[in-house]
């Protein structure tokens, strides 16, 4: 059995089908959003969206007991609790630490898809968590 059945049998398939649905409607808008970071004008609202998608990834997760990606989620919404009080352009540093992010977060999201026994390994960069938020 795979993960995603696994969620099947404990959960109300309804509320899995729902997760997988707006999980991947989130993860799938991450890049665009993190890559805007590079623009003043684009700055705030940006770092408030990716920060309402890993809010909101992180309760469904933490419901549905998928550990690996609840505490990724975790960490991104901690960093960007602090980005979100900052003005400017995001720094590279930051920006590209966000796309490793979003990257594991889409390898998950296929591993359920593919119904996959386990959730891919973690990437070790993401615990090189940015100095420097702003350029």
């Not at 889409?106 to 090189?128: C, F, G, M, V, W």
Request: overall charge negative.
């Amino acid at each position: 059995m795979g993960i995603f059945t696994d969620l099947e049998a404990e959960f109300d398939i309804e509320i899995v089908e729902e997760f997988f649905s707006h999980y991947s409607f989130m993860i799938e808008s991450l890049d665009t959003l993190v890559i805007g970071l590079e623009k003043e004008e684009l700055y705030t609202n940006n770092i408030n969206e990716i920060f309402r998608i890993f809010h909101n990834v992180k309760s469904s997760t933490g419901y549905l007991k998928l550990t690996p990606i609840n505490k990724i989620v975790t960490l991104g919404e901690e960093v960007l609790d602090e980005c979100r009080h900052l003005e400017g352009t995001g720094s590279d540093e930051l920006i590209n630490w966000l796309l490793v992010l979003s990257d594991q977060l889409q390898l998950y999201k296929n591993d359920l898809e593919e119904n996959n026994d386990t959730l891919s390994a973690t990437n070790h960069n993401i615990i090189r968590i940015p100095t420097s938020y702003l350029k």
